[in-house]
């Protein structure tokens, strides 16, 4: 079965510092793959994906990953942090364009001031 | 659009009531989910539909039931509500059409279920 796994469930960075928040994936093939944030005491959000075509994808706020298929994963990177980056981060995929999403299960992010 | 929209937003139960979440969305999404997020966890699946009349179980489907009669609405019902269910809980909705890339999960903003 396909999975998704997010490596650290707490991270915790510096303001203006980067942002790495990481995310594997088991699937046979190429998926279709997503990050969405949480806000506190909101709804998810997309932040942005990769479908196919170019394998780094940017989204909004500052945020982008890159699809690497030789290790399965898709990171998300944001050059400098900022307070307002604080939230849940949820990766997600799905393993065909006919199938289910899966998510993760989440990595809380706080910034430092 | 107003995207996925959820009803109520906040609830609070006595144990061994029973209501049902409301759901709907105006995408024309043929897939439909419901999650509960429990404090400091990911989202677990609860139920999910392709299309009307046709569900499935995710991966905590105990203590639940949906139905999908329409496109739009993709209600959940609690039975006999336990304080095990206290929960936040999320409809979301995609697409999925032949011939077509599917599109992201668009989520509802949730709704806050207390059961005493």
């Known amino acids: 079965a396909q999975s998704v796994t997010q490596l650290g469930s707490h991270v915790s960075v510096s303001e203006g510092a980067l942002v790495l928040l990481r995310c594997n994936y088991s699937?046979?093939?190429?998926?279709?793959l997503f990050w969405y944030v949480q806000y506190p005491n909101q709804g998810l959000q997309l932040l942005l994906k990769y479908t196919t075509g170019a394998t780094l994808v940017k989204g909004i706020n500052g945020f982008e990953a890159e699809f690497k298929k030789s290790e399965t994963s898709f990171h998300l990177t944001k050059p400098s942090a900022h307070m307002s980056d604080a939230a849940e981060y949820f990766c997600?995929?799905?393993?065909?364009?006919?199938?289910?999403?899966?998510f993760g299960p989440g990595t809380s992010l706080s910034v430092i001031p | 659009n107003a995207g996925v929209t959820q009803t109520p937003k906040f609830r609070i139960l006595k144990i061994g009531q029973s209501m049902t979440l409301q759901c709907t969305q105006d995408m024309n999404h043929n897939y439909m989910y419901w999650y509960r997020q429990d404090p400091g966890m990911g989202l677990k699946l609860i139920y999910y539909?392709?299309?009307?009349?046709?569900?499935d179980k995710g991966e905590v489907p105990n203590g639940y039931n949906v139905s999908r009669s329409t496109t739009e609405d993709f209600p959940l019902r609690l039975e006999l509500a336990a304080p095990s269910q206290t929960s936040v809980y999320f409809c979301?909705?995609?697409?999925?059409?032949?011939?077509?890339?599917?599109?992201?999960?668009?989520f509802g903003q949730g709704t806050r279920l207390t059961v005493v």
């Open positions: 997600a995929g799905m393993k065909t364009s006919y199938d289910k999403v899966i």
């Open positions: 539909s392709v299309g009307a009349g046709i569900t």
């Open positions: 699937s046979s093939v190429p998926p279709y």
């Open positions: 979301a909705s995609s697409s999925l059409r032949t011939g077509q890339r599917n599109t992201e999960a668009f």
